[in-house]
């Protein structure tokens, strides 16, 4: 069974730093594409970061909303994703998900929908606020 579970959650400040966590059980999370999306209240989904597959080089990619304040990284030992936020924005604030995919850019491209990717964790909450 697969499975993904997001942790790391939960409120900060602006400008304040967050790491949130994806186990992943089910595959090796080398072999796929792993993404990062999230969804802000009343918006629609945002990838907003990428690690390829090994095969690729474990290349990241970044929304320019997040470029040099996200860093996206993986621990093929452990099965699991991480997604290191600095210098958070109010506007950073959304339910976070980790996905995977067979490829980069997801399916949908430019937009985001869960039909670009095969697996998704349930998400976690983070709140950037004053």
């Known amino acids: 069974e697969v499975q993904l579970v997001e942790s790391g959650g939960g409120s900060v400040q602006p400008g304040g730093s967050l790491t949130l966590s994806c186990v992943v059980s089910?595959?090796?999370?080398?072999?796929?594409?792993m993404y990062w999306v999230r969804q802000a209240p009343g918006k629609g989904l945002e990838w907003i970061s990428c690690?390829?597959?090994?095969?690729?080089?474990?290349?990241?990619y970044y929304v320019d909303s997040v470029q040099g304040r996200a860093t996206i990284s993986r621990d093929n030992a452990k099965n699991t994703v991480f997604l290191q936020f600095n210098k958070m924005k109010t506007e950073d604030t959304a339910v976070y998900y980790c996905?995977?995919?067979?490829?980069?850019?997801?399916?949908?491209?430019?937009?985001?929908?869960?039909?670009?990717?095969?697996?998704r964790g349930q998400g976690t909450q983070v709140t950037v606020s004053s």
């Open positions: 996905a995977a995919a067979r490829q980069w850019p997801p399916r949908s491209y430019p937009e985001t929908t869960w039909s670009a990717f095969n697996y």
């Open positions: 089910g595959f090796t999370v080398n072999t796929y594409y």
């Open positions: 690690i390829a597959i090994d095969a690729s080089g474990g290349r990241q």
